[in-house]
């Protein structure tokens, strides 16, 4: 059975990222992967400097997140499309998790990893270009980003009152994610 981290880029209220999130998680676990559901906002960390790194090591709560996802063998994320990127509080945690400390490999957190990466927007790309530089960025540090990825554009229109995916279309695009996540970090897990 596959591990999986799942986190939004997006701590606000309501957040579409959340939102769309929830319902990827919920198609990993149908495939029988266990979802470790975690806010970034539970492990905040000062903007990352190699001269605080040297004074002060890694913060606690940035070595907390890092052994999440070292724990775990891959990845459900989430994220908003900020001036076509992803958000500095989604980076910030990459970038703190990718420090090595004592003996850990280098890049532990990331490489020989599976990550499923998605976005929203009430816009109508749906945050499509944030897909584009996060699977580099994951890539780059080792992780292996399904082809597949699901930008949900005009998600504002896809919600009930509760602020949850109603779309059954999207609905079974995002479980359908989660699930090929799930399978791929099993198999790699496996051999």
């Not at 540090?141 to 896809?158: E, N």
Request: charged share 25%; net charge negative; no cysteine.
């Amino acid at each position: 059975m596959a591990k999986l981290l799942a986190f939004a880029g997006s701590t606000r209220k309501n957040s579409y990222n959340q939102a769309i999130l929830d319902v990827a998680a919920e198609g990993a676990r149908e495939a029988g992967a266990e979802v470790t559901m975690i806010s970034l906002a539970d492990y905040a960390m000062p903007i990352f400097n190699e001269d605080e790194e040297a004074e002060f090591g890694i913060p606690e709560r940035a070595q907390a997140f890092k052994e999440l996802l070292i724990s775990h063998d891959g990845f459900l994320i989430a994220s908003p499309e900020y001036n076509s990127s992803y958000p500095a509080l989604l980076k910030n945690a990459i970038d703190w998790a990718s420090r090595k400390a004592g003996d850990e490999k280098v890049l532990g957190a990331y490489k020989g990893k599976v990550a499923g990466i998605m976005a929203a927007s009430a816009g109508g790309l749906g945050g499509m270009r944030v897909l584009v530089v996060l699977r580099m960025l994951l890539e780059n540090l080792g992780t292996m980003v399904l082809p597949t990825q699901r930008a949900v554009a005009k998600v504002s229109t896809l919600l009930d009152d509760n602020g949850a995916v109603s779309d059954e279309k999207t609905i079974k695009q995002l479980k359908s994610l989660g699930k090929e996540t799930a399978e791929l970090a099993a198999k790699i897990n496996a051999s």
